[in-house]
């Protein structure tokens, strides 16, 4: 049986510009949510002031000509990808062979907005050229694929959420069926823009504590009211298990499956029972070859929203019963915000370093535990022990897309 394993990981998040200072962010307990400091946001009058903005903005990576060219959520991704193959050795391949398998929940927004604002203020003479191949979907994609001269394919998920996640479900089963030897996976997003902002704060998707904004995402919290919107992007190198071996790469962990179904149900919210996601869960762990019993780790996908961290709830115990309140499970979005389109290959990364270090991530914030959610959470990191790991990511998205991915230590 082929396996799939990870070589390398890249990001640029709220809590850090790459991995290394994300994740030892993450594991001290920060927030990367803070109070948003542009003129828009009083210009409107904006209901809610604050976001997880990326740390470190791309200007001061990328060559400014290269920028230029890019949306924000390209911009981002091209960084976490330089990365994440750095981080795999920079992998001789034939480009062939090479794929990229990048994901967005909404694109170019920021360049799709920017030129509606200059059609109307200055004419279209004005637009620029680039404005279509800077906001389509696909941009971020294609700017990966060109800068490493990946040929296999570029593939664009936009499945909210759930984007991100689906792009690695993807890639697994591309390098399993042979269409490449090296996948290029992840995500990226960069939304916080006053419309979105304007239109998740009126369905009362966000989070309204304007005065302590760090604290603001707080996952299984009695008092939770909202997400808090993120913005960034993740990378990770996937290759056969025979690929990585041949060449000597570090092997961080093994993708051992994914699952990804639909509820049906409704356009923003959860299916209430938990079936869909339940059913993604079981898809991924049976072709990891696993048993419910096996897991040991989850990182949930807990936005902090009143009904969808209860539905998940209720899907994770249609899986594993009462022993889902014994599993430690980290709810990361509670330090680094939503990233919509990029969250769940930011969370896929912080679930292989958890099972590759044997250590779960804080959650933090959630001050009074909601008693309908009692899942095993912590404020600090967990050890999980020096026994082999299994463990799963969710992530769900507007549309009834869910997504799960099964991480095994290696």
Known sequence: MTKIVVTGIGASTPL??????????????????????????????????????????????LPRPQAKRLDPASQFAVIAAIEAFTNAGNPEVDCDRLGVDFATGI??????????????????????????????????????????????????????CASSTESLVHAIHNLKAGLADVVIAGGTESAIHPVTVASFAAMKALSTRNDTPETASRPYSIDRDGFVMGEGAAALVLETEAHAKARGARIYAE????????????????????????RAVDLALAEAGAQPAEVTHIN??????????????????????????EIPVSATKSSTGHLLGGTGALEAIFTV??????????????????????????AAPVKLGSADQLAISNSFGFGGHNAVIAVRSY
């Open 16 to 61: 850090g510009g790459n991995v290394p200072d994300t994740w030892q962010a993450l594991l001290a307990g920060k927030s990367g949510v803070r109070t948003l400091t542009h003129e828009w946001v009083s210009k409107y009058e904006l209901p809610v002031t604050f976001a997880g903005e990326a740390l470190v903005r791309p200007a001061e990576i």
């Open 107 to 160: 694109g170019g927004v920021w360049s799709l907005l920017n030129g509606w604002d200059t059609l109307r203020e200055r004419g279209p003479r004005r637009v620029l050229p680039m404005t279509v191949p800077m906001l389509m979907p696909n941009a971020a994609a294609a700017a990966v694929s060109m800068h490493f001269n990946a040929r296999a394919y570029a593939h664009t998920v936009a499945s909210a």
């Open 255 to 278: 993708f051992a499956g994914g699952g990804i179904t639909a509820d049906s149900y409704h356009i923003t919210s959860n299916d209430p029972e938990g079936i869909g996601a339940q």
């Open 300 to 325: 949930a996908h807990a936005t902090s929203t009143p009904v969808g961290d209860i539905a998940e709830y209720a899907a994770l115990r249609r899986v594993f019963g009462d022993r889902v309140n």
């Open 353 to 378: 370093l958890a099972v590759a270090n044997r250590t779960a991530p804080p959650t933090i914030n959630t001050v009074e535990q909601d008693p309908e959610i009692p899942l095993n959470i912590s």
